[in-house]
């Protein structure tokens, strides 16, 4: 089967490269530009959408109080939808998965496959520490942004080998962010719109063939990979792989690793469609 080739970027929207399209979700930061390596990765291999999440104010989608959590699920509906595609590979970063997890329950018929990479599990309660964020976020946005330098230099040096490497992606990533920075109160906001939706019923209502991405679990200190692999419990078609040498930064920090793992899985569940076909034709 072909597919359109487009190369549309804006500040919200993103829709480049050709092949299976693929919808890659952000995580609860809001923001597609701050994956912008993984989505160069995966667009050598899949045509990929991405966006900003609803309510940010360079998102296209406004956020409306009455769909709470769905928002997301309908801002999907419209990326489908206005991108004229009828399935597409569904790949979820962090909150991001719960949102692919979801949309997945809600509507099966569109999703070819999901992909959760570093989800919480759909149980997720917030811990002490991010209660308190959740308390008062732009007093704790400091707090925060400490840890994730942090967080994310441990997971540089063990990714990266030399400090040129581990310079050039701090300065790629630091930019970034700062073009598209982060919003706490939305981040909150966005937090609490989980205790809104039953997210386990979902993960029972979900039949789509599932691969999960974890980092190393001395390394993802921001989503825990013994929680990421309750999916294997959860969810009954799951494959589980892991970025050797990253925590929670994986697609960012190993993208070309990050984007095959999921170029075989496709590939895998294409190939296992080819057979039963020839089988049953």
Not at 51 to 78: C, I, K
Not at 82 to 89: G, K, L, Q, S, T
Not at 104 to 127: I, K, N, Q, T
Request: overall charge positive.
């Amino acid at each position: 089967m072909l597919f359109r080739s487009t190369h549309r970027r804006s500040r919200g929207t993103v829709d480049v490269g050709r092949g299976v399209p693929l919808v890659l979700i952000p995580g609860v930061q809001g923001r597609w530009e701050w994956m912008g390596a993984a989505v160069d990765a995966l667009s050598e291999r899949f045509r990929v959408l991405t966006f900003t999440l609803a309510g940010e104010p360079t998102s296209n989608h406004p956020f409306d109080a009455r769909l709470g959590f769905d928002n997301f699920t309908a801002q999907l509906d419209r990326l489908f939808d206005e991108a004229r595609i009828r399935e597409a590979v569904i790949c979820g970063v962090s909150y991001g998965g719960l949102i692919g997890l979801r949309y997945a329950a809600l509507h099966p018929s569109r999703v070819r496959a999901l992909a959760l990479v570093s989800a919480p599990p759909p149980d997720y309660e917030p811990d002490d520490r991010t209660e308190r964020y959740l308390r008062a976020p732009r007093l704790m946005t400091p707090l925060f942004c400490a840890g994730a330098i942090s967080r994310g230099w441990a997971e540089m040096r063990r990714a990266l080998p030399t400090w040129r490497a581990r310079g050039a992606f701090a300065s790629r990533q630091a930019a970034q962010v700062a073009r598209a920075p982060m919003r706490p109160r939305l981040m909150r906001d966005r937090v609490r719109l989980l205790r809104t939706v039953n997210l386990v019923e979902a993960a029972k209502d979900c039949r789509s063939p599932v691969l999960v991405i974890t980092g190393d679990p001395d390394l993802d200190r921001v989503v825990t990979v013994a929680s990421t692999l309750r999916y294997r419990e959860l969810l009954p078609h799951v494959r589980v792989v892991r970025i050797e040498r990253t925590g929670h930064l994986g697609l960012v920090l190993r993208p070309d690793v990050f984007a095959q793992h999921i170029a075989d899985f496709v590939g895998h569940l294409e190939t296992a469609r080819q057979t039963r076909c020839a089988q049953t034709g």
